[in-house]
């Protein structure tokens, strides 16, 4: 299929281009030393908090380079709800929330160096969206052309909107190993699957020495129909059937790691349907976010991708 842009706005033939996103909102903490991390001790240092959750991410990124989005997530009763309300209205991402007690929550300890060491998630709440609320949005899924998921959400949700919507272009975030195995039911629903070499490698169980590019072939094998491994600064890889592409990253000087993985994505969903260079351009979303404290950069736009040199 061709897509174009027109007047900043991406379309298919005379239709703009719909992507729905479906998973957590978050509310970010991170936690930096001062000094040299010390694990087991008590180290001085400072927090910063900023909204986040791996759809919430991606859904964000996406509306900031101009694809008309929904976000389909849980909002609490809470300071979150109203921060997330504010933040999608800004970057003008329309919003389907269910109403639970509280926003979760996720808490990241940095290194001196700014990488993520170790985190705890607070994400029982995604459990409250279940297949009767999807259903109840029939109309929203209906109209979207790509629809994406991660794996925060429920297996049976997950399931059933892969095999209710098997015509739209199903993309995946893995999210991590604890989680990965949810999506080997729906292996063959899946368009586009994203994960890093550690997901990959955990999902796949295969040997450790396997190569990137038969790691890829691995989930090609069980019916998906495209896959992008990320490898932190060796870059990352796209694998499908007739095709294997590899890219590097620059160095750069790193902020923040969290949120990076999502603007890849997107950066990836946004090229794809604009017929560019998914690799050049996740790649570009991930350097441009990871110069940023936050999660999602407010910087970015498709100006700002179209700056960055790789």
């Known amino acids: 299929m061709k ?57 964000e990124n996406l509306a900031r380079l101009d694809v008309d989005t929904t976000l389909f997530t849980v909002l609490g009763k809470d300071e ?28 990241s300890i940095q290194n001196e160096v700014n990488d993520h060491v170790v985190s705890i998630a607070l994400m029982d709440e995604i459990e409250m969206l279940d297949v009767e609320d999807v259903k109840k949005r029939e109309n929203i899924f209906g109209k979207s052309d790509i629809i994406v998921l991660e794996t925060n959400l429920r297996q049976d949700v997950l399931e059933y909107i892969a095999k209710t ?18 999506v080997k039911a729906i292996y063959p629903y899946i368009r586009t699957l994203k994960m890093n070499l ?57 902020k923040n790691t969290a949120g990076a993985g999502d603007a890849y994505f997107a950066g990836v969903i946004y090229a794809e349907i604009n017929n560019l260079d998914p690799l050049v351009f996740g790649t570009k979303a991930a350097l441009l976010t990871l110069q940023d404290e936050k999660a999602v950069s407010e910087d970015l736009s498709i100006e700002k991708l179209n700056e960055i040199n790789i």
């Open 165 to 182: 919507y098997q015509q739209k272009d199903i993309y995946v975030d893995l999210i991590s190993c604890q989680k990965a195995n949810k």
């Open 80 to 107: 979150g709800r109203r921060w997330i309300m504010t933040s999608a209205q800004n970057a003008r991402l329309k919003l389907s929330a269910i109403t639970v007690e509280q926003t979760p929550s996720y808490i």
């Open 3 to 59: 897509y174009h842009l027109k007047n900043g706005k991406i379309y298919l033939g005379d239709k703009m281009k719909k992507v729905l996103v479906v998973g957590e909102s978050v509310i970010d903490v991170f936690a930096y030393p001062r000094e040299k991390l010390i694990l087991g001790d008590s180290n001085p240092g400072y927090l910063k908090r900023s909204l986040g959750g791996v759809a919430r991410n991606i859904a």
């Open 198 to 254: 550690l997901e990959a490698k955990y999902l796949a169980n295969l040997a450790d020495d396997i190569s990137d590019e038969n790691l890829g072939k691995y989930f090609i094998s069980k019916g998906v129909k495209e896959v992008y491994i990320t490898k932190g600064n060796e870059g990352s890889i796209f694998v499908s059937p007739d095709e294997v592409k590899h890219i590097k990253t620059n160095v750069i000087d790193v």
